[in-house]
């Protein structure tokens, strides 16, 4: 047994009693054990999965730099760019912003960590997954929690053909799982993992309060060397990688200021600090997307500084704020985010001047294709979701977006399409059942497809291909 409490024999016999299916012993079993090993041999030829690690988020992510290869990227589901955000309600402003100077961190070298790589083999029952992503051509991953031994650990599945089947390519069993106690504001522990974002098929990251990277698919991990203790949020396009991270942090918050940092992928360059949002707040989390391959950043503050802390455009060397769209009240409260075709546009969200009914929250919607110098209002309240205290947003193109709710199991959570640009809204034609504690994040891969995770996480996932109209659910095992 390891330090950390793992048994690995009792760990491998977990897992095989946990991979028995009952099955009929008739010919069409046999026949389909046959095709499996042949199936088997196959993929250990192409060498695919030893652990093949996972894209975004979102689904994130993904695709990142890599296009449709149609204009406008209706075509089906490409490489993922990071296409989902969250947006959550924050108290009255209180401090001042102090500019700093872009930091370089030393570039630490550091050994491999104790992920478990797993051969090829089928996904634990006790897997629930909390984070998705696509990296194009068939290529997904999801990042949960499943059994390790006599206790849960951080895992990570992927899967070679849209999701149709799934199998085991590494555990953490030296990390903390993620939270979900509180989905509304939690800032994970300094060794939680509980999001993944990948690049490509080889290169990928997996964060909570950590960040860790692999350059083999998952099969070795090293922590990434970046500045603040605690890491809030990972984003990627493939071409650049933005981190945001911050000190001080406790459960819900940070004292600030959130910092962030960006990496030129190509030439493998170190995390740089870019600049920090003001002090005297407290901040606790972010949202960062791209859009034509600039990254934003929009932080999310428990306590907001006096002045400024609004979204950022993420330069090379600074940060820029962004104009403040038509109906957003306080430039603290504001989310963006892009979309996952070849048409630049940001879409802004942000709590509507009157607020919402009771058990509502009420959101104006804008639209930028000049990203963020100025916005165009498409719906001012218009937008009214069930206040279960979280919300996500995702868009596919700047005229097919998806925003939901979730987080409370009293008041569940909702879900609202638009194919208009965010002019009107309503509820799917077919949509999914609305989980007990609502909806945790909704991303866009490419195409006219959708993702949608539920709080707390569960052995599926739900996904539409027709822009959020009708869903179906895809089981993980």
Wanted: with cysteine; net charge neutral.
């Amino acid at each position: 047994m390891s330090g950390d409490g793992f048994d690995p024999i009792e760990d491998f016999f977990a897992r095989e009693r946990e991979a028995v299916v009952p099955t009929e012993g008739d010919d069409l079993h046999w026949q389909g054990i046959v095709h499996d090993v042949r199936s088997r041999g196959s993929a250990r030829t192409r060498g695919y999965l030893t652990g093949a690690a996972a894209a975004a988020v979102v689904v994130a992510a993904v695709a990142w730099g890599a296009s449709s290869g149609v204009p406008g990227g209706r075509s089906g589901p490409t490489a993922p760019v990071a296409r989902s955000t969250t947006v959550g309600t924050v108290p009255p402003a209180t401090a001042a912003p102090e500019p700093a100077a872009p930091v370089r961190p030393p570039a630490v070298p550091t050994a491999p960590s104790a992920a478990s790589p797993a051969a090829t083999r089928g996904v634990p029952a006790s897997f629930r997954a909390r984070s998705l992503t696509n990296v194009g051509r068939g290529h997904l991953y999801a990042l949960g929690n499943a059994r390790c031994g006599n206790r849960s650990c951080p895992t990570l599945v992927g899967s070679r053909d849209g999701g149709a089947s799934w199998t085991l390519v590494t555990r953490f069993p030296g990390a903390t799982p993620a939270r979900e106690d509180d989905p509304t504001g939690v800032v994970q522990a300094p060794t939680a993992l509980g999001e993944v974002r990948f690049a490509t098929p080889q290169v990928g990251w997996v964060y909570g309060g950590g960040l860790k990277v692999t350059r083999d698919g998952g099969q070795t991990w090293r922590d990434v060397p970046h500045e603040g203790a605690t890491t809030l949020d990972v984003e990627t396009d493939g071409t650049s990688l933005v981190v945001t991270s911050a000190n001080g942090c406790d459960a819900q918050s940070c004292s600030g200021p959130l910092i962030v940092s960006r990496a030129d992928l190509p030439s493998g360059g170190p995390v740089v600090v870019i600049g920090r949002t003001p002090t005297g707040g407290r901040v606790s989390g972010s949202a960062i997307t791209f859009d034509g391959g600039q990254p934003f950043v929009s932080p999310r503050w428990a306590v907001p500084p006096a002045a400024g802390g609004g979204p950022l455009r993420v330069g090379h060397s600074a940060l820029q704020p962004l104009a403040v769209p038509p109906g957003c009240e306080a430039p603290w409260a504001i989310t963006v985010t892009g979309n996952a075709s070849r048409v630049r546009s940001l879409t802004a969200l942000c709590g509507a001047r009157g607020g919402g009914g009771a058990g509502q929250i009420h959101l104006a919607v804008s639209a930028s294709t000049n990203g963020g110098r100025s916005w165009a209002a498409r719906t001012d309240g218009g937008l009214q979701l069930v206040n279960a205290g979280l919300t996500s947003a995702a868009a596919a193109d700047p005229e097919h977006l998806l925003a939901v709710s979730g987080g409370d199991p009293a008041v569940h959570g909702s879900m609202q399409v638009s194919a208009d640009g965010g002019r009107t809204w309503r509820s799917p034609t077919a949509g999914p059942p609305i989980p007990e504690q609502g909806w945790r994040w909704v991303g866009a891969p490419g195409g006219r497809t959708f993702y949608a995770v539920p709080v707390g996480g569960g052995p599926s996932y739900w996904q539409s291909d027709d822009d959020g109209e009708h869903w179906h659910e895809v089981r993980l095992r």
